[in-house]
């Protein structure tokens, strides 16, 4: 049974990166069977894809977030990772407090498999 | 604002029957048989439910099925139970710049 584990830090400042890893386990995440995807949501509120990465390392990424993510593989430790910056003048905002998931992503067949979520606060 | 439209509530009593829709336009929804829903119960991670529209994982009930015309699609939970109690979100392919997109979520009660 494949099994995902958010880590990071609970507690970003607006100026600061916001950089979150999921961690694989019961599977490699070089398969090939899945893409890995990361997902959020602010507290109260719905569901947003922030991107996915294909095994080979090509990413894709939420249009309205596309300037500010990166999400790279790691397979050597069997994870993967989220960074969202703030880009020039633009910083973290509250809008970036969130529970972060990561998933296992199939364009056409959804996210399967979740981490448990992670809660990221920005403030100062 | 989502990129697809739930009602934002759904009731039912147990035994019943209740659908949620999911609207979207002919670039998601209406485009591709790729609608997924996902069931989240409070504190948890959200569970897929149902996947390419109609289809089911292994484990989640009968009870819960897909369905799709144009651009809305739709979830039917029959014969209610307590523990169906949650919120539900689609989620649709919306082409290869924009992998997935998603309702704003139906809290589902349990009369």
């Known amino acids: 049974q494949l099994q995902l584990q958010e880590s990071g830090p609970g507690l970003v400042k607006p100026s600061e990166t916001l950089s979150l890893t999921c961690t694989v386990s019961g599977g490699s995440i070089s398969s090939g069977i899945y893409n890995w995807g990361w997902i959020r949501q602010p507290p109260g509120k719905g569901l947003e894809w922030i991107g996915s990465?294909?095994?080979?390392?090509?990413?894709?990424?939420?249009?309205?977030l596309k300037s500010r993510v990166t999400i790279s593989l790691h397979t050597s430790a069997n994870s993967f990772s989220l960074t969202l910056s703030s880009v020039t003048a633009v910083s973290l905002t509250a809008a970036d407090t969130a529970v972060y998931y990561c998933?296992?992503?199939?364009?056409?067949?959804?996210?399967?498999?979740w981490g448990q979520g992670i809660l990221v606060t920005v403030s100062s | 604002q989502s990129a697809l439209t739930q009602p934002p509530s759904a009731s039912g009593s147990p035994g019943q029957s209740v659908t949620i829709s999911c609207t979207g336009t002919?670039?998601?929804?209406?485009?591709?048989?790729?609608v997924s829903w996902y069931q989240q119960h409070p504190g948890e991670a959200p569970k897929l439910m149902i996947y390419?529209?109609?289809k089911r994982p292994s484990g989640v009930p009968d009870r819960f099925s897909g369905s799709k015309s144009g651009n809305t699609a739709s979830l039917t939970v029959s014969g209610l139970q307590a523990e169906d109690e949650a919120d539900y979100y689609c989620?649709?392919?919306?082409?290869?710049?924009?992998?997935?997109?998603f309702g704003g979520g139906t809290k589902l009660t349990v009369l």
């Open positions: 390419e529209v109609t």
């Open positions: 989620s649709s392919y919306a082409g290869s710049n924009n992998l997935a997109v």
């Open positions: 998933a296992t992503h199939h364009p056409g067949r959804g996210f399967h498999y």
């Open positions: 990465i294909h095994f080979t390392g090509t990413t894709y990424y939420n249009p309205s």
């Open positions: 002919s670039s998601d929804v209406g485009g591709y048989n790729y």
